[in-house]
């Protein structure tokens, strides 16, 4: 079973849309969770940590639920610049190294 | 902010010659850096993590004799793909960490598209 998760989709929606993305990992001693974006073949960058407690920046609403091992994205209001891949990213306690999900691909269209 | 230079973003190679990548952080020290290698349609799949000054630690399945890493200072690493052949051809990315930012810490290269023919 890989370690993190993620609906590949490709999710298509109309700009305006909300969409959510999900992610589920594997090691319950996983303490660092974030969410990256990866535009075509460039590197990830970092689109926001995840928090227990739920946190948002603008657009974005990021969700972690410990007990199931569960991870979420949500955009509101979708912008065409939003169309990228994103990456469900997973750090455990023992290491540094990060473990990405295979992405889940949006494309925003008018 | 922190920058990785990654060099070169693209590579076409022959059938069994060496191919080295190279990762420089610019202005901070990069005191481990993860080499990732990406294939199509996939996710980044770590390959090692090298700490300066010390041996690369390779995850399962990773040749260390056909990946070499160095990670001879704190801000240089370099990733020699040897002897390659058309099933390396890959999508290569560093990754450094800057052990003073905690979780912001991880700068990613921009890649090395590597394509052995």
């Known amino acids: 079973r890989k370690e993190v998760e993620q609906d590949p989709g490709p999710f298509n929606v109309p700009e305006g849309a909300t969409v959510a993305f999900n992610c589920t990992y594997s090691n319950s001693a996983s303490q660092s969770f974030f969410w990256y974006r990866q535009d075509c073949r460039k590197e990830p960058k970092l689109l926001m940590s995840?928090?227990?407690s739920g946190n948002e920046d603008g657009r974005f609403t990021a969700q972690l639920n410990r007990a199931s091992q569960y991870i979420s994205l949500l955009i509101r209001d979708s912008k065409l610049s939003d169309s990228a891949t994103y990456l469900c990213v997973v750090k455990s306690n023992s290491g540094y190294a990060l473990n990405f999900g295979k992405g889940t691909s949006l494309l925003v269209t008018p | 902010g922190a920058v990785v230079s990654q060099h070169p973003s693209r590579v076409i190679c022959k059938s069994g010659t060496s191919v080295k990548i190279e990762c420089r952080s610019l202005?901070?020290?990069?005191?481990?850096m993860f080499w990732y290698r990406q294939f199509p349609k996939q996710s980044l799949m770590l390959m090692a993590t090298s700490n300066e000054g010390s041996k690369a630690t390779y995850e399962q399945g990773v040749e260390k004799d056909k990946f070499l890493i160095n990670h001879a200072s704190l801000t240089l690493s370099t990733l020699t793909v040897t002897s390659a052949h058309p099933e390396d051809s890959s999508f290569y990315i560093c990754?450094?960490?800057?052990?003073?930012?905690?979780?912001?810490?991880?700068?990613f290269g921009s890649g090395t598209r590597l394509t052995v023919v």
């Open positions: 202005d901070f020290q990069a005191t481990t």
């Open positions: 995840v928090y227990s």
């Open positions: 990754s450094a960490r800057d052990s003073g930012q905690g979780n912001y810490g991880y700068t």
